[in-house]
């Protein structure tokens, strides 16, 4: 049974300054909800109710939009407006939230080893709430996690991507076992497009066991100067013991302008007008 879910949350967003100034960039909003609760709902209709953040200076508006705001409460309880609470309410009440800091930006994979205290010695989910998800059947947690509930190993997610995009991303390298599952055999974190093993990328959502701590202390940094998760994935694929499987449904980049732009108006033609009607 998977319980808990990480989210690291400590990074800038320097690239929606001046936004993102003095409000954390997973507070951004597409359409009516901020991006990080879009991803709490995904790890809670999983079944992960403890939700820890990986935070670090700033970002205060995270943990209060996860508490209650009586004053607010008390302001339009019997009023028609009430009724827009009422999702954020029944997240408040569904998942127990904790959070640690990350000091310092030393990259996801320090992020990850930052969120051990929070996690202890079982299998937990990670979510990048700057990729925004919308799984087709079941959420894209859900989907990873059907995976490990079966084989018991770390997933992660993959989708196809251009060349041309592939060195924002960890690629993976490996051998379909199941029609869309992979299991890995090799991973690269921002390859050049010729040095890429495959097209298939990794986006935002993880379920990993808990020796990935013990690795990740053993990591040295890799792309970027910074301790990279998909590096200390690698330590565990080497063993078999990493699968990656092409998720149905949308993945959006709202952690580009033009992916936050596209996530708004997905978002707004098919979820929010829909559940207006
Ligand atoms: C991180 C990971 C990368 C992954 C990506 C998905 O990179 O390091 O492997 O492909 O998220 O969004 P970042 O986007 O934080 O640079």
Redesign the pocket.
Known sequence: MVRKCIFPVAGYGTRFLPATKSMPKEMLTVVNKPLVQYGVEEALAAGMTDIGFVTGRGKRAIHDHFDISYELEHQIAGTSREARLAGIREVIEKGKFSSTRQKSMKG?GHAILTGELLVGNEPFGVI?A??LCFGEGASVMQQLLDVHNYYGQSVVAIQEVPEDQIS???VIDGTEIEPGLYRVSGMV?KPNPEDAPSNL????RYILTPDIFDILRNTPPGANGEV???DALLTQAKKGRVLALKFKGRRFDC?SVDGFVEATNFVYQNLYLKDKQ
Do not use: C, R, S, Y
């Open positions: 996801l990048l700057d990729d924002k991303f960890g974190e990328a990794i986006i935002g990279q998760i998909t952690g």
